[in-house]
């Protein structure tokens, strides 16, 4: 797993990113019931296990300076970041998603991925 990570001087003035992937329709759900569904669908065959395509983060902050990746993200991800806009930019196989996102000072937002391919 390849992760850099700006590193972040414990502050008030921070806020936590809590990001849920899931494949399959971004439905929003218990973190628990996420973390069971990852893990039981990447256990329930060894070959689909290495066929898994890895998920990819990154976020930039608004003057587009990387503040965070990751190449091989679990299904759910905690983040401290200063309070700010940040771009993140999710990427599974085929399929990318960009979202922008406005953290509040001393807030905790949570951002449910929708990693589903589009239906055409």
Known sequence: MNATVRPL???????????HATADLGVSCSN???????WLSMRADGRRQQQ???LKLHIEDA?????????DAGPLVDIAL???TYQVTANLG?????YTMTLPRGASVDLYLRLAPEQQ
Do not use: N
Request: net charge positive; charged share 25%; aromatic share 6%.
């Open 9 to 19: 001087a414990p502050e008030p003035s921070a806020a936590r990113l809590l990001i």
């Open 94 to 98: 085929e399929v990318r998603r960009g």
């Open 32 to 38: 628990l019931l996420v973390g069971l569904q990852w």
């Open 82 to 84: 200063p309070a700010g």
């Open 52 to 54: 898994r395509e890895p």
């Open 63 to 71: 003057h587009g300076a990387r503040v965070f990746a990751i190449d």
